[in-house]
């Protein structure tokens, strides 16, 4: 017997076969991975020049030899990505020590190549060769004594350039034109001043951890260069304090953990933590004062406490932190930048000290999460309503959390709905403007997707541009007597409010057995607050109440006839169409696993089952199947069933027609009677029309109490049967 493969069954649910022996094997093949990257190359004076590359993306490593010749030059515009999209996409590129020059453009503008490791035969490094790159440091090695104009220029997340040797010629002012980073250079090399190439430049060894300026007396570290995990930031080098943690200092350092930040510090710079995504924990101390843009942008942090030494969270400062579930923010910040907490996507609640007096609209711009912005009542400025936020006196919406489900009644006095204060709030799906509302700002409901209805009780109000932008299912809806309304307002299409009840979906028909468990749904929407009153036969009141739903727990005969449910609010009522209940004995059934094989007509195939999938699993044989047709069942009626079983079936000898396997659960009827006597086998869908009865087959009885399956319910709505003893 070959390897049998296997279906599933397991707490009553059942998996698609997997394969069985001769029947669906399938084989994953493993090919090998390398491939041999293609260069094209020029060869003059018996050494290698690189003109292009035609192999695949991702990292790439030029060789040192071509056909036995050294490879000595990168070309002009060899893997220049400016004039088209090229077929690939660069990620890092190795260079071998026999290279003596990299040509102009040579990789201008590949903005995915992020490592570059140039060969210590380098000499030379042409005009624009990495210009428009997306490195982010670099290093050169001691023998290259020229680079050209623009070499790194346009490498905008450039941090720092390693020099291993003394300072090289420059070939104009714009080696690193438009960068920010820092020329780092050995102690006991010469040519370096305070700046070179218009860039700050300074001294490091390549075995320490931190790279510092000095200034007045205090240390500004530049970057560090450690290795990651949990880092702790000295609080002195060289006996001088350390105050400033400069821009870009952990840029992208992706291994780093966690951060303790000295007392020492007062100033967090622009980008320090920036793509710092592993990092999920940091201390900030007191005397921090200043935090810059950006500072922790894109990090794993979960929790963050700003100290109340910092007044200003600034633009962008925690923005993309997808993890971090909670912020706080202490007395002493008074203000909240745009865009501070963009795209913190896992938050869920703010709260806003009384110190905050400047809150800007777009603070929390695509939280998705945020459910309740809470304002501290003593606050002189801001004040919250059911996690809304609003100014003081509560006549202005300032904004609503994008987190927040459903529909939302603006409350009454309210006269201002402020710019973008419902910006992508794409989970709101209605809102009630109350008549004090005389303006509405620019884009306020901007794409907000789930929008369906926004229904205004007083008059048309003033509206900015690109209120309703984005909310192509959403009409406005006006009342009676109102004025200043069109055919469309604010872009989207009007209709006269009508605040009597609607019903979405109705009360379905059903059929059941005595006993079992039913439930009556209405699906209905108003503005108002909405009442049920539930009948059974127009007369019979089962509950009143706000529950749009009735659960009968054990059905019983005279529970059977007519429902409907009266919909009321203080405007008027509605009436459900009338949903039919027929309860009718039980049919005993069990559900049994139905092996299904298929095959030849006349092969036989073995059913055999296993309670555990291991290396030594005990298969034990539950039965043959002698193929009538291409396809029929074989059912294991083992009680009771275990937790979980596995099966296999297969045959000997090598088949005609490949043999396939399927496993169901298949409702089996138990029938009673007299020997030779017939029974009917009728079954109804449960939601439906009571009457609807189907035949499935007439039984001639072989056994007082004998199984029928019904393999015709596979993939069909739920079913109930009834046995029909015929004359």
């Given amino acids: 017997m070959n390897n049998p493969c296997d279906s599933k069954l397991t707490d009553s649910y059942v998996s698609q076969s997997i394969c069985a022996p001769w029947l669906a094997l399938l084989l994953l093949l493993s090919l090998p991975a390398a491939v041999q990257a293609q260069f094209n190359y020029v060869i003059t004076n018996g050494t290698v020049t690189i003109t292009g590359y035609t192999g695949p993306s991702g990292a790439v490593t030029i060789p040192g030899t071509i056909n036995g010749l050294p490879v000595t030059s990168i070309g002009y ?146 970057k560090y260069t450690g290795s990651g995990g949990a880092v702790t930031i000295p609080g002195t080098i060289n006996g001088l304090p350390v105050t400033s943690l400069g821009d870009k200092v952990f840029w992208n350092c992706t291994s780093v953990s966690s951060v303790t930040i000295p007392d020492s510090v007062t100033t967090i710079a622009t980008e320090a933590f920036y793509g710092c ?24 942090l979960i929790t963050i406490t700003i100290p109340p030494s910092v007044t200003l969270i600034d633009a962008w400062t925690f923005a993309g932190c997808s993890s971090l579930t909670s912020v706080t923010i202490p007395n002493g910040v008074t203000s909240i930048a745009a865009w501070a907490f963009q795209y913190c996507t896992s938050l869920t609640n703010v709260t806003i000290p009384t110190s905050v007096t400047g809150i800007d609209g777009m603070s929390f711009y695509s939280c998705t999460s945020l459910t309740a912005i809470t304002v501290d009542p003593l606050n002189p400025a801001y004040s919250s309503v059911a996690g809304v936020l609003f100014d003081k006196s509560q006549t202005t919406l300032l904004q609503y959390p994008e987190g927040k489900t459903g529909a939302y009644t603006i409350p009454d006095g309210v006269i201002t709905i402020a710019y973008e204060a419902f910006d992508t709030c794409e989970n709101l799906t209605g809102v009630t403007v109350p008549s004090s509302v005389t303006s509405i700002g620019g884009q306020t409901f901007y794409w907000c997707t789930g929008l369906t209805g926004a229904y205004f009780k007083g008059n048309s109000p003033e509206v900015a541009s690109l209120v309703f932008t984005g909310d192509d299912n959403a009409t406005v809806y006006y009342l009676p007597g109102t004025t200043g309304w069109g055919a469309t307002f604010g872009g989207l299409p009007t209709a006269v409010w009508s605040q009597v009840p609607t019903i979405q979906k109705q009360p379905q028909t059903q059929t059941a057995e005595v006993g079992s468990a039913v439930g009556f749904r209405v699906w209905a929407s108003s503005p108002l607050p909405l009442f049920y009153f539930w009948y059974l036969d127009a007369t019979n009141l089962l509950g009143y109440g706000t529950n749009w739903q009735v659960e009968l727990p054990e059905a019983q005969f005279d529970q059977a006839g007519s429902y409907t449910v009266v919909i009321s609010n203080v405007l008027g009522t509605i009436t459900s169409a009338p949903a039919l209940l027929k309860v009718i004995a039980p049919v005993e059934r069990r559900p049994v696993p139905g092996v299904k094989v298929t095959g030849a007509t006349g092969s036989l195939l073995n059913v055999d089952y296993a309670d555990s999938l291991t290396a030594t699993a005990l298969w034990t044989t539950l039965g043959s199947v002698s193929l009538s047709s291409t396809s029929q069942y074989y059912f294991d009626l083992t009680l009771p069933l275990p937790p979980q079983r596995f099966y296999r079936a297969w045959q000997t000898g090598t088949p005609g027609v490949m043999p396939s396997l399927a496993l169901h659960l298949v409702p089996a009827l138990t029938l009673t009677g007299t020997i030779g006597g017939s029974v009917r086998v009728d079954y109804i869908n449960r939601f439906g029309p009571t009457d609807a009865w189907v035949t499935l087959a007439t039984v001639q009885l072989t056994n007082t109490s004998q199984l029928y399956f019904d393999t015709s319910s596979i993939g069909q709505p739920a079913r109930l049967y009834r046995v029909v003893q015929m004359p």
């Fill in 77 to 222: 515009e060899a893997f220049y990505n400016g004039g088209y999209p090229l077929p690939y996409d660069l990620t890092s590129i190795t260079i071998p020590d026999s290279v003596t020059d990299i040509g102009a453009n040579a990789f201008a503008w590949c903005t995915g190549l992020k490592s570059a490791t140039l060969g210590n035969g380098l000499m030379s490094i042409g005009v624009g060769a990495f210009s428009g790159c997306g490195l982010s440091t670099i290093t050169i090695p001691s023998g290259v004594a020229s680079i050209g104009d623009y070499a790194f220029g346009g490498c905008w997340q450039l941090t720092g350039v390693y020099f291993l040797g003394n300072a090289p010629s420059l070939g104009g002012p714009s080696v690193f034109g438009g960068d920010n980073n820092i020329v780092y250079y050995l102690s006991g090399t010469t040519g370096w001043g305070p700046t070179f190439g218009g860039r700050p430049t300074a001294l490091w060894s390549p075995q320490q951890l931190w790279l510092y300026t000095t200034n007045s007396g205090t240390i500004s570290i530049t």
């Fill in 277 to 300: 995504s592993s990092l999920t924990s940091v201390t900030i101390p007191d005397s921090v004062t200043s935090i810059g843009q950006f500072a922790f942008s894109g990090c794993g």
